[in-house]
């Protein structure tokens, strides 16, 4: 059963940054393809972020620029670098991790809380 546990969460003032980490267990990292997504409070769940098992990146447009999505492999291990943070990234930030192959199954953390307010 893969595990994935969110980690970097808080409060910070705009423009300030934070890292997110996401650690996954019980699986083949390197072999799965990454993302990570958020949710604020009356808002549908948005993905943010993607990184394919072989490095591929995707950004929502809202956060291109500032944020930066990476992995180790060797430390099952998925960032997410966020700068100049703005009041509407407030919001539940998840890591999910999905298989490449069919049936593609997902997997999903619980969620760090990420707060930008001055």
């Known amino acids: 059963q893969v595990q994935l546990v969110e980690s970097g969460g808080g409060l910070v003032e705009p423009g300030g940054s934070l890292r997110l980490s996401c650690t996954v267990s019980g699986g083949i990292f390197s072999a799965l393809n990454m993302a990570w997504y958020r949710q604020g409070q009356g808002n549908q769940r948005e993905s943010v972020a993607s990184i394919t098992s072989g490095g591929t990146t995707t950004y929502l447009y809202a956060v291109k620029g500032r944020f930066t999505i990476s992995r180790d492999n060797g430390k099952n291990t998925m960032y997410l670098q966020m700068n100049s943070l703005k009041p509407e990234d407030t919001a539940v930030y998840l890591c999910?991790?999905?298989?490449?192959?069919?049936?593609?199954?997902?997997?999903w953390g619980q969620g760090t809380q990420v707060t930008v307010s001055g």
């Open positions: 999910a991790a999905a298989t490449r192959i069919a049936p593609v199954r997902t997997y």
